[in-house]
């Protein structure tokens, strides 16, 4: 499965960004999804997860409140909507795709595939 993560861009502190991650094939409206992000210096952390249904969410806890993530299997598409946007945003955000469900995996280690990267800056 290949994943292409899109939509990270330049924002002003503040603002809002909406990043999508599309599968090459079906088999990703099985997995769990989930988006993490990386720093300059810093290790891959988690930014929030949703369960194949979409009857399961978890986010961190720096970014609950300003992000969503949402699914559209329809289209193998995963999204994550991300609003007031702050300076310690900046990283390079990636999807991953994996088979823990229930609870929700944060380990980078138990996703299977991942996407490319987006970078993402927030300007103060």
């Known amino acids: 499965v290949q994943l292409q993560a899109s939509g990270g861009g330049l924002v002003q502190a503040g603002g809002s960004l909406r990043l999508s991650c599309v599968a090459s094939?079906?088999?990703?409206?099985?997995?769990?999804l989930g988006w993490f992000r990386q720093a300059p210096g810093k290790g891959r952390e988690f930014v929030a997860g949703?369960?194949?249904?979409?009857?399961?969410?978890d986010y961190a806890n720096d970014v609950k409140g300003r992000v969503a993530i949402s699914r559209d299997n329809d289209k193998h598409t995963g999204y994550l909507q991300m609003n007031n946007l702050q300076p310690e945003d900046t990283a390079v955000y990636y999807c991953?795709?994996?088979?823990?469900?229930?609870?929700?995996?944060?380990?980078?280690?138990?996703?299977?595939?991942w996407g490319q990267g987006t970078q993402v800056t927030v300007s103060s």
């Open positions: 991953a795709i994996g088979i823990w469900q229930q609870p929700l995996s944060r380990i980078p280690g138990q996703y299977t595939y």
């Open positions: 094939e079906s088999t990703f409206d099985g997995y769990a």
């Open positions: 949703i369960n194949w249904s979409s009857k399961f969410f």
